[in-house]
């Protein structure tokens, strides 16, 4: 099993920019593929965006495309959401997760990842 922790939420207004980490555990990040997932309230969990293992292989959501950028640091065992341009549409809790593959498939549906981290709060005021 893999470990992962979200950090970096927090309170921004429109138009700024936040970057949420998410720190894995153990040896075997680089196995991973890993994902970035929200939830708003009364909303379902959608996806946000996709690295493979070795970070050749990114996926975004439309809504976030050409504002968020996902990377990864495997000597770190960290991946990274950069979110520039905040709405208050983007309001809602981040969730890092992961899946054991070194498939350059992207992975959009939250059951296809494993592990979760427990979320990090972002809010964008108006």
């Known amino acids: 099993q893999v470990h992962v922790v979200e950090s970096g939420g927090g309170l921004v207004q429109a138009g700024g920019s936040l970057r949420l980490s998410c720190a894995a555990s153990g040896r075997t990040f680089s196995n991973y593929a890993m994902g970035w997932f929200r939830q708003a309230p009364g909303k379902e969990r959608e996806f946000v965006a996709h690295?493979?293992?070795?970070?050749?292989?990114?996926h975004y959501a439309d809504s976030v495309k050409g504002r968020f950028t996902i990377s990864r640091d495997n000597a770190k065992n960290t991946v990274y959401l950069q979110m520039n341009s905040l709405n208050p549409e983007d309001t809602a809790v981040y969730y890092c997760?992961?899946?054991?593959?070194?498939?350059?498939?992207?992975?959009?549906?939250?059951?296809?990842?494993?592990?979760w981290g427990q979320g990090t709060q972002v809010t964008v005021s108006s």
């Open positions: 997760a992961a899946t054991l593959t070194r498939s350059e498939v992207p992975r959009v549906g939250p059951r296809e990842y494993n592990y």
């Open positions: 690295i493979s293992w070795s970070g050749g292989s990114t």
